[in-house]
């Protein structure tokens, strides 16, 4: 025979619903603090966002890793990958900067000796439509000359690319340690001249560039 109080009882079957409830919610509580971490962003955000920015738009181009090579001398390449997303073959005529007073478009031959010479590019780079120019070390590139000062890793410098038809385009490259490709300039395209690469061969293709223009300014004289 049942002698529970029937307001103990009463007050037993509260007591269990009260337990289960704070249960329950302390569960789902756990659940949507479960939810709410899913949505944080990814530990890697920062890296994504870096390589994003380093594909750039100008004009017809789609510009991917532009850097410059930093130098403590009178002299350096930048470099990258460009393509043309236009339906027309573009040229690149010629080419700016906000750092140093001479700039050209290079071009690099490699000799029978293996050696490899760079020079002017003649009529400058073409890009046909849909296709991609690669600027490298050793190979095509972008010589910015007569610098004033540094060119520190990390530094940033806007190139601006002169177009056949009177437009240009603007990218920014950034500077960033490099060692390597060898080279010799030859300023009047005999292959010939001095080498270029690193430390002593910088301030010999910027002493060949002065040089030739004192004997230029020099004939004019005459």
């Not at 010999?204 to 004289?221: A, F, V, W, Y």
């Amino acid at each position: 025979m049942n002698t529970t109080n029937p307001t103990i009882a009463a007050r037993i079957r509260r007591t269990a619903i009260a337990g289960l409830a704070d249960a329950a919610l302390a569960t789902t509580g756990i659940g949507l603090a479960g939810c709410a971490a899913s949505t944080e962003a990814p530990a890697n955000d920062e890296a994504v966002s870096t390589d994003l920015a380093s594909v750039q738009h100008a004009g017809p181009f789609t510009i991917t890793d532009a850097w410059v090579k930093a130098t403590d001398t009178m002299m350096t390449g930048a470099f990258g990958e460009f393509e043309n997303t236009s339906d027309e073959d573009v040229v690149i005529e010629g080419v700016t900067a906000t750092v140093g007073s001479m700039f050209e478009l290079h071009e690099t031959i490699v000799q029978s000796d293996g050696s490899s010479v760079m020079q002017e590019k003649e009529g400058g780079f073409t890009v046909a439509a849909g296709e991609t120019m690669v600027l490298e070390p050793g190979h095509d590139h972008i010589m910015l000359m007569q610098l004033d000062d540094p060119i520190m890793p990390g530094d940033e410098i806007t190139i601006t690319l002169q177009l056949a038809g009177g437009e240009t385009a603007d990218f920014v490259v950034i500077a960033k340690e490099y060692t390597g490709a060898m080279e010799t300039y030859a300023p009047d395209g005999s292959l010939g001249g001095h080498q270029h690469g690193g430390g002593e061969g910088d301030m010999d293709h910027d002493h060949d560039h002065e040089q030739m223009h004192q004997d230029t300014e020099e004939s004019d004289d005459q």
